[in-house]
């Protein structure tokens, strides 16, 4: 079992900046891959990033490449998701989430391939 936990999470002006925590307790040698997921108000859940927990293979949606770097710290046991030029298009709960399988890069996009999630923290960005 694994158990994530986002902080983070706030409110910011347009073109500012946050940076999101996921730590991750128990198991945490069984995790793969860590992807960072968002759904914005009356919308549906998408991908944003991900990283593999081994290395810093890394995979960004193409809405928030150039903007956003995902990296880790194994030693905390956690994966954190920088935002940077944050625009309004950003309000979302953003929740983190852990895959134990070794699925391929071009499937890490695919929430349901995740065994774990996170509670969410919510991000507001006004204009």
């Known amino acids: 079992q694994v158990t994530l936990v986002e902080s983070g999470g706030g409110s910011v002006q347009a073109g500012g900046l946050l940076t999101l925590s996921c730590a991750a307790t128990?198991?945490?040698?069984?995790?793969?891959?860590v992807g960072w997921f968002r759904q914005p108000p009356g919308k549906e859940r998408e991908f944003v990033a991900a990283?593999?927990?081994?290395?810093?293979?890394?995979y960004y949606a193409d809405s928030v490449k150039d903007r956003f770097t995902i990296s880790r710290d194994n030693a905390k046991h956690t994966v954190y998701l920088q935002m940077n030029s944050l625009t309004p298009e950003d309000t979302a709960v953003y929740y983190c989430?852990?895959?134990?399988?070794?699925?391929?890069?071009?499937?890490?996009?695919?929430?349901?391939?995740?065994?774990?999630w996170g509670q969410g923290t919510q991000v507001t960005v006004s204009s």
């Open positions: 990283i593999k927990w081994s290395d810093n293979t890394a």
């Open positions: 989430a852990a895959d134990q399988n070794p699925v391929p890069l071009n499937r890490w996009i695919r929430g349901r391939e995740y065994d774990y």
């Open positions: 128990g198991r945490t040698f069984q995790i793969y891959t």
